[in-house]
């Protein structure tokens, strides 16, 4: 049974930072390709950022040079910093598995980004 247990997130102010966490549990993480999505009302699943097992990072052009996703295979987690946070990153983020290119799914509760002006 995969479990993504996500920590972090919240309110802060445009150009503020914020630091997302992210344990799994139920899967052979090193051998798992990671990520997170968000999602704002009204707007489909937007995958933001994701790491395969091997390290290698991709990144939403919208998010690209200011987050950073990263892991820790030893403690099975997955992080997201945010960093140069603006308005419209404001949607609840989750936390997920990556199979492919563009084809992924959370087992998180997610958990809201709120980014005010």
């Known amino acids: 049974q995969v479990q993504l247990v996500e920590s972090g997130g919240g309110l802060v102010q445009a150009g503020g930072s914020l630091r997302r966490s992210c344990v799994a549990s139920?899967?052979?993480?090193?051998?798992?390709?990671m990520g997170w999505y968000r999602q704002a009302p009204g707007k489909q699943r937007d995958l933001v950022a994701s790491i395969s097992s091997g390290g290698d990072t991709t990144y939403a052009g919208s998010v690209q040079g200011r987050f950073t996703i990263s892991r820790d295979n030893a403690k099975n987690t997955v992080y997201l910093q945010m960093s140069s946070l603006k308005p419209e990153d404001t949607a609840v983020y989750y936390c997920?598995?990556?199979?492919?290119?563009?084809?992924?799914?959370?087992w998180g509760q997610g958990t809201r980004v709120t980014v005010s002006s």
């Open positions: 997920c598995v990556v199979f492919g290119p563009n084809t992924f799914r959370g």
């Open positions: 139920g899967i052979i993480f090193s051998r798992t390709g």
